[in-house]
């Protein structure tokens, strides 16, 4: 995510299917990256092409998802369902990680409530699309969606992931435990094709491959030394990551982030992205108050959460911004600019400022106090 949202609030309910922005595992572990590692202050120009075996460790595994569907298929056939039915899926790791990861969060996860949820004719009715939808996303190309992360990464970047179908009563999905063993949950939605699947993959596998591509420690020192406003108001910079992650999930800047979406998905994008100079302004308000001292870091995660909904602010203003860069000064100092937040909005003031004077679109800029507020920061 640029290690995505960076604070105890996560990427939320979004069309690529994230849970609850303010539970989401995710953020503490990067926002303790961030500030313990700090960020690259400068990348290499060569970019990745190819997902070699050194950089990419993802496994698409489904067996929560089977052995769900065979005890549907033995109900919808009249068979008894024996313990070493459930069994199997009790034991299988997607349910084993899944259990784990709703008991860290204090939800109640029980096998008999799951069993109830198994066994409800709702869940047997949607039997052959949940068939179908698996067969499809087991044939996912998971490289070509690492390539599409990677080629948005430093060259020393890695991504290692256990990306997880899942049938369940909730129908968020999410990423869990990047630290230790990253995970990567979906659930299993039948109106989801093979396509914005591996789109899907792309975007979440970025946010993994960001963590383990930008903890430089050149800027370690640096980011300690911040006032408490000024290391909030980079922290959620990095929100703007999202933008990143679906820039690089549809695969460069001429391609929309929406190609493989359904039609509603695309034009609500459409519609959100028209008001981007809006607002950019509405987050260039919040960076003054947090740069004021106006927000106590409760009141600035709660703020900061009204910008993520569908996909908003973090969502569209940071991919316009990332392409506003990309397309004046490179991929390469895109990247440098994404791995030290510090210098993505003045590079985008420079870039639009130019852009501003070839085309019709005039793209509204980060005001002067906002990006006087990182001139102490920036590195050097």
């Known amino acids: 995510m640029f290690v995505t949202a960076l604070v105890t609030v996560a990427r939320a309910g979004s069309s690529r299917c994230l849970s609850n922005p303010l539970q989401h595992p995710f953020i503490a572990t990067a926002l303790l990256t961030l500030l313990i590692s700090g960020c690259l202050s400068s990348v290499p120009t060569g970019l990745a092409q190819t997902a070699r075996p050194e950089r ?49 969060m204090n939800r109640s996860f029980e096998d008999a409530d799951f069993k109830q949820f198994v066994l409800s004719d709702q869940l047997e009715a949607r039997l052959p699309a949940l068939e179908e939808t698996l067969m499809r996303w087991k044939r996912a190309d998971t490289v070509r969606s690492a390539n599409l992360a990677l080629a948005y990464l430093p060259n020393h970047a890695r991504i290692r992931a256990k990306i997880y179908p899942v049938i369940k009563p909730r129908d968020n999905s999410f990423v869990f435990d990047v630290k230790q063993d990253p995970a990567i949950f979906l659930y299993l939605d039948p109106a989801v094709g093979r396509e914005k699947f591996e789109n899907t993959l792309a975007h979440e596998l970025h946010h993994i491959g960001y963590g383990s591509g930008c903890p430089a420690r050149k800027t370690a020192a640096e980011i300690s030394a911040m006032s408490g406003n000024q290391q909030m108001m980079v922290t959620w910079i990095g929100a703007f990551g999202e933008g990143f992650a679906m820039l690089a999930a549809a695969g460069g800047p001429d391609a929309h982030p929406h190609a493989a979406s359904k039609d509603e998905e695309r034009s609500q994008w459409d519609k959100d992205i028209a008001n981007f100079n809006s607002d950019l302004k509405k987050v260039d308000a919040f960076f003054t108050d947090i740069l004021a001292g106006g927000l106590s870091r409760d009141e600035a995660q709660k703020t900061a959460a009204t910008f993520y909904g569908i996909q908003g602010p973090w969502y569209t203003v940071g991919w316009k911004m990332s392409v506003a860069i990309e397309k004046t000064y490179g991929r ?47 590195a050097r």
Request: charged share 30%; hydrophobic share 40%; aromatic share 6%.
């Open 332 to 378: 390469p100092k895109l990247i440098e600019c994404v791995c030290d937040q510090r210098k993505l909005l003045p590079a985008y003031n420079r870039a639009v400022s130019r852009l501003n004077r070839k085309g019709k679109e005039k793209l509204a800029l980060w005001s002067g106090t906002v990006v006087a507020g990182l001139k102490s920061l920036n």
């Open 56 to 104: 990419v460790s993802v496994r698409l595994i489904a067996d929560e998802a089977e052995a769900v569907l065979a005890i549907l298929r033995r109900k919808k056939a009249n068979q008894a369902i024996t313990e070493s039915d459930w069994q199997r899926v009790f034991t299988s790791e997607g349910y084993v990680r899944l259990k784990q990861r709703e008991t860290s």
